[in-house]
């Protein structure tokens, strides 16, 4: 009972390494290993300020800055109505819940919007450059 616990228990961390030696060895892609983090921010001011307090702390290799676009969202039971500046945060997967605290932490909002996604594939230069800009730990 006992030893099958602690294979579940280490279950996700084995397959985590497996992965990562797979990914050496083979010098492949693993699919989920990086991804993209959206955050949204009143204005740009605040996006930058973000986005800068982001890569001081390096959790990301890079943020993008997107322009101005319109949300609708039901707020405290009204909807609302506004305009919003997006962040694209491009990231280890392992640090989303790290930049998820942090950005919580700093943002005005009283409810942020952080979620992310898994990057299943993309160019490999890039993917790499993420891997090699962003640490581990």
């Known amino acids: 009972e006992v030893l099958t616990l602690l294979l ?39 996006a930058r300020d973000i986005a800068r307090a982001i890569m001081d702390r390096r959790l990301a290799a890079c943020v993008s800055i997107l322009p101005k676009s319109s949300s609708l969202y039901f707020w405290k039971g009204e909807l609302e109505e506004s305009t ?13 819940g790290e930049l998820s605290n942090y950005v919580r932490s700093i943002h005005p909002f009283e409810i942020p919007e952080i979620i992310s996604l898994p990057i299943d594939q993309g160019n490999p230069a890039y993917l ?9 730990r």
């Open 128 to 136: 790499q450059w993420m891997e090699e800009n962003v640490p581990r």
């Open 8 to 46: 579940l228990l280490l279950h996700p961390l084995l397959q985590g390494l497996a992965l990562q030696l797979h990914s050496a060895l083979t010098g492949s892609y693993v699919p989920g290993t990086h991804s993209v983090a959206f955050v949204t921010c009143l204005n740009e001011h605040i």
């Open 84 to 96: 919003e500046i997006l962040l694209l945060v491009k990231t280890r997967t392992s640090k989303i």
